[in-house]
Structure formats: C-alpha cells, structure tokens
C-alpha cells in the first residue's frame, strides 16, 4: 500500500514543503529510506520502527520504502520522525488514508514513542497555511507556539498514541504543557538614567534617523544602562515585523513558550569573545547569528575594540543589505538582520583618557588601542558621544527625567515625517539616504554651504564623514520639524561626528 | 675627524669607556693604531671591548664612511676638536662625540630648556606651548627632547614665534621618534637643529632616553619643567641642571594635580615659580620687546550666552554633560552656541566632546 504525509524543512527563515512517501510491498522484509537524507533523518528508521513496536505496532514482515520530495533538498533536522510514522502506519492500514490529506505532520520521537519538541514550528505552520494546509499535527510542547498562527487546526500530540487516536477521528483534548512565559512587563525605562542629557539625546536622535551610535566614556559612566534602554524608545513593532521577528527566534530554538508572537524590540549583547559564525550566523546547518536575533532592534557591542577584527569586519555586508545570506552546498540561508548598530568602548586602555589624573596609559598604548577598531565599522557609524563619569550627586538625583514613553512618541513622529518623504524611495530613513541623493534630500542654502567648506576644512573631514553630518542634521531637522535644515542643526549634527582615528592621535 | 669618528661608531664602546681610553692612549688616531696585543694591555677595557674594537677596524673604510657622514648633511663634533662647545666639555660624563643635523645653538643667546612629561594635561600643553612662543619671540632659543607632549608643545611654541629650537635626540639624529612627530622634525631643522651623541641609524632605545637629558641641560642656560609626576624622567633633567649649576624654573600645579607634584616638588625646594609668562622672561632679564599679541581679545564679540559659556571652560578640558548641566543650556542650543565659539577660536575642541578655552 502507498501513503503521502506532508511536512516541512526549515531553510533560512523560511519553511519548504516536503513529501513523505510510504510504500509496504512484498518482498525480503526491508525497511529503507531514500531521498538525499542527512545522518540524523537516516538514524529515524531505527527510531521508527522501535517506537511503534513500543505502541504496541509491530512492523510487518515486508518491503518498506519510504522516500522524501524532493530529493534534491537535503533533509537535515529530527522533525521528520513522526511524519514517518504517521505515512507508515497509513500504508500498513492503521491509519485512514484521507485523514492525512491536507494535514501537516511535524515532530521528534523517542524510542518510548513520546513527542519530541522541534524547532522552526512558526514559519512551517505560517508557511502550511498559505499553502491550504488545514490542519498541522505538532509536538506538544510546541503547542503555544504553533497555535500563533490563526485560522489552521493545531493538534498538539504527546505521542505517537495520541496522533493514532486523532487521525482516526478521535476526540482532540487540549492540554497545558509547561509553564507558558509570562508576558514579558518592560522593567527599563529612560527614566532610570540621571543626568547624561547628552547621551539621552544622542540615542533620541540616532533612534529617529536610525543612525547607528558610538559611545565612548570611562569605565561606569551608564553606556551600558543606556544602550540597553534604546529598544524602549523604538516604536513599536507591527504585526508583519513581529512574525519575522518571532520566526527568526523559533528558527533558532528561542522562541519557548511564549503565548504571544514577539512584541518587545530585541536586544542583543553579544560577549565580545563571539565567533564569526556566533555573530552573523552559520554553521554546517546554518542558524541565525546573533545579529539576525537583533532583527529590528538593537545590537550592542560593548568593548568595541576588544572584537576579533575579521569578526567585526564581516558586519559590513549585512549592515549593507540588511540582511545575512549564508551560501551552503544545500543551498541559501537568508536570514534578515535590521538593526540599530550600538557601541560602546573606552577611550583608553585603563578607561580614563583625556583625564590625565587617572590614565595610565602611555602615549603609545592608547595608539595601540585606538588601531584596534576597524575604520570600515567606524565609517558606518553616523553619530558618535562621549559618556562622562556620573558624580555621586547626580547617582542620587531625585530629578524627574523624561520616560521613554514620552520620547517614544517624538520618534515615531519623525519616523512618520521620513516615511512620507521617502514613499517613493527605496529606503526609508535619513540614515539610509544613498550618496547620490544627499543634495536632494539634505539640501543647504549658499551661506550654509559655505559655513560647511570651512568646517570642512577645519576639521578635516572626509567626503563621507561630510555626508554623515548632512544625515544627521537632516534628522535634526526632522525632530523639529522644520522643511530646510537650520544653521543649528549643523551645528549639532558636528558635535556628533565620528571620531576620527588621526584627530585622537593628534591630540595625545 | 675620521678617526674621532671612527671611535665614536664601536658598538658597546660607549663615552665612558672612550674617555678612560683617551686618558691611557691620548687620541683617537692613536687609538685606531694600537695593536691587539696592547689594547688588551690597556686597563677598564673587556674582552668583548677588545674585540669590538679590532673588529671595527676590519669592517670600517675610514675614507668612504667619513666622506658619507659629510654627504648626508650631519655635521660631526668630539671632544678632541676646538670646536667642540665649552658647555659640554665640562660636565660630568661629557658626550664624546656630538652629530649634528641641521643649526648648533647660538651660544651668544639665552638658551631656555623646555621639558616636561610626555602623558600631560591640556593645561601643560598651553602653558609650554606659550613659554616657547614668549622666549623665543623675546629672542631665546629654546631647547628641548622632541618627545611627545610637553616637549613637543616647547618646541610648537618656539616655532609659532618664529624663533629658533633644538632637539637633542636619543636615538640617531636622522631617525625621527617618535615618528608622529615627523612634521615637528622637518620644522625644527629649517629652524634650528637636531643634536645627539649617537651616531646616525642609532634606533630610539628607552637606556639611551635618560642621558640625553645632561646634554639639554648643560646646552642650556636655564630649565623649566612645565609638568612632571612625583617621579618623571623630566626630573633627571632637573638633578643634570642643579648638577651642572643651572637656574631651574617650574610651572606649579594644582596642589591635587598628579602631573604636577614634580614640579611642586621642585618650587618647595627652591626652584624658581612661573607665576606668569611675563614675570618669568622678565626675570631672565629678556624684555626684547612688548608684545599685545595675547590677552587682548575683544570679549564685547561675544554674545551673553556665548559668554556664559565661555566662562564655563578653561585649560582643563569640560565634558558636554558638565557644560550643559552648569549653564542649564539644552542640548541643540549648547551644540550651536560651543560651534559658534570655536568658529571664532574663542575655544577649541581638545578630545571626542571635550572642550577647552584657547587663550
């Protein structure tokens, strides 16, 4: 007899359809698998066969074939267990032929015949509905995360038991598996933070333009404490980024137990010790890396200078494009990776420079320490600030500060503004603006030009250093919602530059 | 002279060791002639000096090596020549060989040496960077190591004025270090010199730093040590100084200020006090001229929160979120008013949000 169960693989982010077949003939008693399977997929026949012996299922003495579509996608990952069961149990007869049409089945088993949890179980259910899918058989322990998905039938079975009894038109009996998490309350707020207006202000800006942010400061000056307070200013996420969101976290085996799909900005920190592959992603079979996790919130890399080079180095592309696209044998990996860009470093070694009370540093370890960082990083940076030390008096400082609330709706505000002007655009915020745009979109009157040429001068810019003084002013502009750009606002927006590797030698 | 230089290029012969061999053997020349055999003879020298020395002999054209030395600009000095400078001559551990680049001092004018830490505060920088501009515009020369930090402001200072500057090197004089300084390098030889005792191609080494000292010192009439901690190489150049009997002159500090203790220090001793650029070329009897090039700025340019804030900074460097928490300025309107003072070179900024007052 012949059987067809539908799963899925997850390939990237994105889920493909695969096709289990099952075929029992007559024959030396055999039991193969065939269609391009990766060791872990071939060790399921072993699986398989002891697990229904212990339901109480013993194979017949026949040829069986069971063969996966389509062969030329190498199937990896243990989620295929259970729609081999389910396809071999419907060819011996145990299990109705029509009751596995338009049904996806997704799951690990033990030897026991228990359900096993498998990762990716969002984007295969997501993916399933679209393709007229109607009902989806999952691990029980993926329940919370499966039923996300709305408008498809979700059984969440415990074993290979239970899947029997349902697909035989029994009667479904929903049940709690583990501790569901609790939704999570945001404990940060800007509020916390005393004093450092400067700073405040620098990520209020850097949030509206999408700028990326460099923070130095001695060692205790709150650059920490605030990076990890920007994902509370960032608007928040709509239903469309919040399942890519979800998705990437379920791919890589972070989702848990959440009842809702993912609404809080992520925030990543990354240890600076992280490998290439800990950071953008990859492996053998590839997972999303640590900036994909950051999807459409924030990445902070504290101790800047302290990342391996070529680790930092391979960010470019994807701060580029967006996006991550690992190239393997089996195929292309995408995962998405927008995210705001926060670093943090100190000035020197010892942490104290230009305060020459406290630095210890000699003139040529500094230099050292400044060689660390990588200029094409630098280069990307758009808005840079010192964090000084924070004075016992302003630690206990009662003063109300703004909430992050508050700041949260000027954001979006011009974030609404830049969405408007650049509908047309393929970008959408001011730090995004290609070059050939910038005198478009960032124009400056006759006085202001030549206002710039000698600042230009003066500080000795670069054509790109210039640009990202255009940018940023541009989202000064913005903020206070002017049409033109305002001698203040340059004045600003070169208070923000970057530093530049030869000034900070120039002035040791 | 070939021979002098000759004796000044044996590696691991140093001017000691020179001196006790001029004493037992008379001059270079005769040195350059004396056999193996007698050399060994000879007393204070090792085995290993020996050998140095016989083995030079074998690998040095004197004729070629002399006529390259004179090709490559350097001018050369020892102790055995008449030209040699009397300053040096005298003191303790004289130098035996002198390599010159560019201009000797000129002993007819007052000669100020401007040394301090190479780690030092934005106030040390200013005030070198006036003592050099000051003496050399009252027309002294100024003498200093060419280090990073105080040092090289001294010398700036000198230049800014016009004036004339030295550098006595510790490493060969056509190696500049350190090598950030290489614009400061090609000034001062268009405007003075550089000097050391080492042969040219000698590599900056940290021993070869200290000694140095005795030769700014003793090519100098005065010292001013602008900053130094409790213990700094700067104070050598003081201990050569009071060695050498010349005045010493200090830039007091902060009673709190680490960089500043040395110096301190060195006033509670009985050093002289720069209380002001001016007092100080006064007491040095230099009243060349009276100039009205500093001071003198218009403060009425300024509008009311211009100079709010300007009054706000000073030499040591202020914090945005310091400056915008003493005058209550909000951010936008702090960014313009220190962008609007630093386009009229009222102040400058000294790191990454750093702000200083340019004077």
């Known amino acids: 007899m012949y059987s067809l169960v539908t799963t899925s693989i997850i390939q990237g982010i994105k889920s493909i359809p695969v096709y289990v077949e099952a075929d029992v003939s007559d024959g030396m008693p055999l039991f193969e698998?065939?269609?391009?399977?990766?060791?872990?997929?071939?060790?399921?026949?072993?699986?398989?066969?002891?697990?229904?012996?212990?339901?109480?299922?013993?194979?017949?003495?026949?040829?069986?074939?069971?063969?996966?579509?389509?062969?030329?996608?190498?199937?990896?990952?243990?989620?295929?267990?259970?729609?081999?069961?389910?396809?071999?149990?419907?060819?011996?007869?145990?299990?109705?032929?029509?009751?596995?049409?338009?049904?996806?089945?997704?799951?690990?088993?033990?030897?026991?015949?228990?359900?096993?949890?498998?990762?990716?179980?969002?984007?295969?259910?997501?993916?399933?509905?679209?393709?007229?899918?109607?009902?989806?058989?999952?691990?029980?322990?993926?329940?919370?995360?499966?039923q996300l998905v709305k408008e498809i039938e979700i059984f969440a079975v415990q074993s290979i038991a239970e899947m029997i009894h349902i697909l035989n038109g029994g009667t479904y009996i929903e049940k709690e598996i583990g501790k569901a998490v609790a939704k999570t309350i945001r404990m940060l707020d800007f509020s916390d933070i005393q004093g450092q207006h400067f700073v405040k202000r620098a990520c209020?800006?850097?949030?509206?333009?999408?700028?990326?942010?460099?923070?130095?400061?001695?060692?205790?000056?709150?650059?920490?404490?605030?990076?990890?307070?920007?994902?509370?200013?960032?608007?928040?996420?709509?239903?469309?980024?919040?399942?890519?969101?979800?998705?990437?976290?379920?791919?890589?085996?972070?989702?848990?137990?959440?009842?809702?799909?993912?609404?809080?900005?992520?925030?990543?920190?990354?240890?600076?010790?992280?490998?290439t592959q800990g950071l953008v992603g990859g492996g053998l079979i590839p997972k999303p890396g640590e900036i994909s996790l950051a999807h459409k919130g924030v990445l902070f890399l504290d101790e800047l200078p302290e990342f391996k080079q070529n680790t930092i180095e391979i960010l470019r592309q994807p701060m580029e494009e967006k996006e991550v696209r690992l190239v393997r044998v089996n195929g292309t990996y995408e995962y998405p990776a927008d995210f705001i860009l926060v670093a943090a470093m100190n000035p020197c070694k010892c942490g104290y420079y230009p305060d020459m009370q406290k630095c210890r540093c000699t003139a040529a370890s500094i230099e050292r320490y400044?060689?660390?960082?990588?200029?094409?990083?630098?280069?990307?940076?758009?808005?840079?600030?010192?964090?000084?030390?924070?004075?016992?008096?302003?630690?206990?400082?009662?003063?109300?500060?703004?909430?992050?609330?508050?700041?949260?709706?000027?954001?979006?505000?011009?974030?609404?503004?830049?969405?408007?002007?650049?509908?047309?655009?393929?970008?959408?915020?001011?730090?995004?603006?290609p070059a050939a745009r910038i005198a478009e979109y960032c124009a400056l009157s006759k006085d202001q030009g030549k206002y710039m040429k000698k600042i230009y001068k003066q500080l000795n810019l670069t054509a790109r250093?210039?640009?990202?003084?255009?940018?940023?002013?541009?989202?000064?502009?913005?903020?206070?919602?002017?049409?033109?750009?305002?001698?203040?606002?340059?004045?600003?927006?070169?208070?923000?530059?970057?530093i530049d590797k030869r000034f900070w030698r120039d002035s040791l | 002279m070939k021979y002098q230089y000759w004796l000044s290029n044996i590696p691991g012969v140093g001017c000691k060791t020179i001196h006790r061999l001029l004493g037992q053997a008379g001059s270079a020349e005769e040195i350059y002639f004396l056999k193996k055999e007698q050399l060994e003879k000879l007393s204070g020298l090792s085995d290993r000096q020996v050998h140095a020395i016989t083995d030079r002999k074998k690998n040095w054209n004197l004729e070629e090596k002399y006529a390259a030395l004179g090709e490559s600009g350097i001018s050369f000095l020892s102790c055995e020549m008449e030209s040699y400078p009397k300053q040096l001559r005298n003191i303790v551990d004289a130098p035996y060989s002198l390599y010159i680049k560019g201009k000797m001092p000129d002993f007819s004018k007052r000669r100020v040496a401007v040394v301090g830490a190479r780690m030092c505060s934005e106030y040390g920088k200013k005030m070198a960077e006036q003592i050099g501009e000051k003496l050399a515009f009252c027309g002294a020369e100024v003498l200093s190591g060419m280090a990073r930090g105080i040092d090289a402001y001294g010398h700036i200072g000198a230049l800014k004025a016009g004036g004339n500057t030295y550098a006595v090197l510790g490493c060969g004089v056509n190696i500049c270090y350190p090598r950030t300084n290489q614009?400061?390098?090609?000034?001062?030889?268009?405007?003075?010199?550089?000097?050391?005792?080492?042969p040219p191609e000698t590599e900056p080494i940290a021993q070869l730093f200290p000694a140095r000292n005795r030769i700014i010192s003793a090519l100098s009439d005065v010292v001013v040590i602008v900053e130094a901690k409790e213990r700094s190489g700067s104070l050598i150049t003081a201990d050569f100084a009071l060695e050498?009997?010349?005045?010493?002159?200090?830039?007091?500090?902060?009673?709190?200020?680490?960089?500043?203790?040395?110096?301190?220090?060195?006033?509670?001793?009985?050093?002289?006090?720069?209380?002001?650029?001016?007092?100080?070329?006064?007491?040095?009897?230099?009243?060349?001229?009276?100039?009205?090039?500093?001071?003198?700025?218009?403060?009425?340019?300024?509008?009311?929160?211009?100079?709010?804030?300007?009054?706000?900074?000073?030499?040591?460097?202020?914090?945005?979120?310091?400056?915008?928490?003493?005058?209550?300025?909000?951010?936008?309107?702090?960014?313009?008013?220190?962008?609007?003072?630093?386009?009229?070179?009222f102040i400058t900024e000294s790191f990454k949000n750093y702000y200083i007052r340019k004077i």
Do not use: W
């Open chain 1, 33 to 146: 698998m065939v269609g391009s399977l990766s060791p872990e997929v071939k060790e399921s026949k072993e699986r398989v066969r002891t697990a229904l012996k212990n339901t109480g299922y013993i194979l017949p003495p026949k040829r069986i074939t069971i063969n996966f579509i389509p062969a030329n996608i190498r199937k990896t990952g243990s989620g295929f267990d259970l729609p081999v069961v389910a396809a071999v149990l419907c060819a011996i007869g145990i299990v109705p032929e029509e009751a596995l049409k338009d049904t996806m089945v997704v799951g690990e088993i033990s030897l026991s015949g228990e359900v096993k949890p498998v990762n990716g179980i969002l984007p295969m259910v997501a993916e399933a509905k679209e393709r007229g899918v109607t009902r989806c058989i999952v691990p029980a322990e993926n329940h919370t995360e499966a």
């Open chain 2, 183 to 198: 614009k400061l390098y090609e000034d001062i030889l268009s405007h003075g010199g550089i000097i050391s005792e080492y």
């Open chain 1, 204 to 275: 209020e800006v850097a949030v509206s333009g999408m700028h990326n942010l460099l923070m130095i400061g001695p060692p205790g000056a709150g650059k920490t404490m605030t990076a990890m307070r920007i994902p509370t200013i960032l608007p928040p996420l709509d239903e469309k980024e919040q399942m890519e969101l979800s998705k990437i976290y379920s791919v890589s085996g972070q989702f848990q137990l959440r009842e809702q799909l993912m609404e809080e900005r992520p925030f990543r920190c990354p240890h600076h010790t992280i490998t």
């Open chain 1, 370 to 433: 400044i060689n660390r960082i990588s200029q094409p990083l630098l280069d990307r940076i758009d808005i840079c600030v010192e964090t000084p030390q924070i004075k016992f008096e302003e630690l206990n400082g009662t003063k109300k500060e703004e909430c992050s609330d508050t700041i949260r709706e000027r954001v979006i505000e011009v974030h609404a503004i830049q969405k408007k002007r650049y509908q047309k655009e393929d970008f959408q915020f001011n730090s995004q603006i």
């Open chain 1, 465 to 498: 250093s210039y640009h990202k003084i255009l940018k940023v002013a541009r989202t000064l502009a913005d903020m206070d919602g002017t049409e033109n750009i305002l001698d203040a606002h340059l004045n600003e927006a070169v208070c923000y530059r970057n």
């Open chain 2, 244 to 345: 050498q009997g010349k005045d010493i002159y200090a830039v007091p500090g902060r009673v709190t200020d680490s960089l500043s203790m040395g110096c301190n220090n060195l006033i509670r001793q009985g050093a002289g006090i720069i209380n002001s650029v001016e007092d100080f070329v006064k007491d040095l009897e230099l009243y060349a001229c009276n100039d009205t090039t500093q001071e003198n700025f218009n403060k009425l340019l300024l509008e009311k929160d211009e100079s709010l804030v300007y009054a706000c900074l000073s030499l040591r460097p202020k914090s945005m979120e310091e400056l915008l928490k003493k005058t209550g300025f909000a951010m936008p309107q702090m960014a313009d008013i220190l962008q609007r003072l630093i386009q009229k070179d």
